[in-house]
């Protein structure tokens, strides 16, 4: 497999900044834990369309009944 190198400029101090110390508390160095969030964010699918995500991920969410709709609530008086 052919590497490449990539070259990012104009990042603000700030960010790299907070890149090292994430890399240091993880005990890896800047490049290693760039290289590792690239290949994580380069896994991700591309959503487009973020309606139509959120609509195939409640598809394969089981649809559960709530307590409410099993037994009604009690008021007060001990009347529903």
């Known amino acids: ?20 110390a994430r ?4 005990r890896h160095s800047l490049e290693a834990e760039l290289r590792e969030i690239l ?5 991700q699918p591309l959503v487009l369309d973020p309606l139509a995500e959120a609509d195939r991920i409640a598809a394969m969410t089981p649809l559960v009944r709530s307590m409410a709709e099993e037994r009604p609530l009690l008021c007060a008086g001990g009347k529903p």
């Open 23 to 26: 890399a240091r508390t993880r």
């Open 39 to 43: 290949s994580q964010a380069a896994r």
């Open 1 to 20: 497999m052919k590497k490449n190198t990539l070259t990012i400029r104009g990042l603000d101090d700030k960010v790299v900044e907070n890149l090292k």
